[in-house]
């Protein structure tokens, strides 16, 4: 019986939802929600509102952003001040112990921890103690002299004078190259009202040589330190290729040491005409390397170029009568004059009054004639702009050049005519070629010289002279020559030879941006 009332029970609250389930109400405020929720799904709350400007669906979704914007907006916090309890400003102790346990700006110090202050067993001192001794670097500047140098970094008059005569007494002051560095030491002085003594000096007098000035027994002492220096020439050889500038860079060669050959060898031959890309440029330079480290690179020494395994070309710098000037092999180069012969052919013909050969009656001759074969090339003077080249008359095809100082120089009867107006020529380059256009009997070059635009006699300024070695002075010469060319390429970058020291000789190995005081 309990049992069967159990059943029932459980039976009813079964059927309890399907009673609420088949109530009419109910189920249609079912389908109302549903439909809604469809409804709502459907919508689009979040368009692109850059697309459709001014639709309900765009006004829509700019509804939804101003809404979220100002609840975000609400919910910001509040960046006030913060209200605290105003007190009096620390001072005294209170201050300093407040700053001892922060990270203080650099003005106050940047003390840190807590500062202690001083007691009873603290005694001032009567004067501040000096340090023992001053190492300090000084510099030779550009006009200065040693005494003012020494003296401007706290040597005494006297000790300044008498260092300056030991120096002078090793090497001669002039040869002290400006900004060089002093490394000076400066000792214990008895009081303060006295300058500091000199303890130590020392600097590099020149590349092969460290002087050291010390004070031994209350005495200066001057040390020489000599340097081992390896005097090698640097040579650099190579095939001229597409460019013999960017291949002598390439080489290791540095770029004023190719201009200065490619000027050289440019005085010989032509650098873009007459030099084969399969010729064999061959560059030396003085060289200096001491044992130490340092590097002196020099200048050009030797200029040549190689065709064939056979010497084309070869300059060779030589000291004659004081000045330097570049000699062939064979021992000619040039000394003296302002401008260079116009052509290589001998002189037929002056200035002055003559009798024209054409024209039977005396007449001004005002230039100078220079024989030659046909086709002879003809050289500017020296450097210029020409300011004609064409037909001109009787001289023929003619080729007029402006230089400096108020100067021109004429050229006539050419056969043919290697420039063009407005061009720049250098000292020396071919302008053109001996002919017998115009007035003119036979090949032959009709040179002129003009002064502010007037004729002038061309002996008046003279010509290059080409000077030539000979005797002794030639010998000297085909020696260093041959001396130069048993050069191996590169045989200066290898090992340094090791230095035979001399007994009582001091030899400084390892001095290599380093005080020698150190």
């Not at 112990?97 to 067993?121: E, N």
């Not at 007098?205 to 031994?216: G, I, Y």
């Not at 032959?444 to 007037?454: A, D, K, M, S």
Request: net charge positive; glycine share 12%; proline share 5%.
């Amino acid at each position: 019986m309990f049992a069967s009332q159990g059943n029932g029970a459980a039976a009813a609250s079964l059927q309890s939802p399907a009673v609420a389930v088949g109530n009419p109400f109910s189920e249609k405020l079912g389908e109302t929600i549903d439909h809604w929720r469809d409804e709502l799904s459907e919508v689009e709350w979040v368009p692109d509102l850059g697309r459709d400007i001014g639709s309900i669906v765009w006004f829509r979704g700019l509804g939804t952003l101003v809404l979220l914007s100002s609840i975000a907006i609400s919910c910001l916090p509040d960046f006030g001040p913060i209200a605290g309890h105003q007190t009096a400003p620390l001072i005294g102790s209170q201050a300093d112990q407040a700053r001892s346990q922060m990270i203080a700006p650099l003005a106050y110090g940047s003390d840190t921890g807590v500062s202690m202050a001083a007691t009873d067993a603290v005694r001032p001192l009567a004067q501040s103690p000096e340090r023992p001794s001053i190492e300090l670097v000084a510099t030779l500047g550009r006009g200065d002299g040693m005494r003012r140098v020494l003296r401007r970094a706290g040597v005494a008059n006297k000790e300044a004078g008498e260092v300056t005569d030991l120096i002078a007494s090793a090497v001669s002051l002039r040869d002290i190259k400006p900004g060089t560095k002093i490394d000076v030491t400066l000792g214990r002085r008895p009081n303060k009202s006295q300058p500091r003594p000199l303890d130590q000096l020392a600097f590099r007098a020149r590349f092969d040589l460290n002087l050291e000035v010390l004070r031994q027994n209350g005495t200066l002492k001057l040390n020489r330190k000599p340097i081992l220096v390896d005097d090698t020439p640097l040579r650099i050889k190579g095939v001229v290729g597409s460019s013999l500038y960017r291949s002598a860079r390439a080489a290791g060669a540095p770029a004023d040491a190719v201009q200065k050959y490619l000027q050289v060898i440019g005085k010989k031959m032509s650098v873009s005409r007459d030099i084969r890309s399969t010729d064999e440029f061959d560059i030396i330079l003085s060289y200096r390397r001491a044992e130490t480290g340092e590097v002196e690179v020099g200048d050009l020494v030797y200029a040549g170029i190689t065709r064939d395994g056979k010497p084309k070309a070869q300059m060779l710098k030589w000291n004659t009568a004081g000045r330097n000037n570049w000699f062939e092999a064979s021992g000619v180069g040039q000394s003296s004059g302002q401008l260079v012969r116009p052509t290589n052919g001998r002189r037929t013909s002056g200035y002055g009054m003559r009798r024209h050969p054409i024209l039977r009656y005396k007449r001004m001759h005002s230039g100078l004639d220079f024989g030659g074969g046909y086709g002879a090339p003809i050289y500017a003077v020296t450097d210029g702009t020409v300011s004609f080249a064409g037909r001109k008359g009787g001289f023929g095809k003619f080729v007029k050049i402006k230089h400096s100082g108020g100067l021109a120089s004429g050229y006539a009867h050419m056969s043919r005519i290697a420039v063009s107006n407005g061009r720049r020529v250098r000292k020396g380059q071919i302008i053109g070629y001996i002919g017998s256009t115009g007035l003119s009997t036979g090949p032959h070059l009709h040179y002129e010289l003009y002064r502010n635009g007037r004729a002038i006699n061309p002996n008046s300024v003279k010509f290059v002279q080409r000077a030539e070695l000979s005797g002794r002075e030639l010998r000297r010469f085909k020696t260093e020559l041959q001396r130069l060319q048993k050069v191996e390429p590169g045989a200066a970058l290898g090992t340094l030879k090791s230095a035979s020291t001399n007994p009582g000789e001091t030899r400084e190995i390892n001095r290599l941006n380093k005080p020698l005081n150190s």
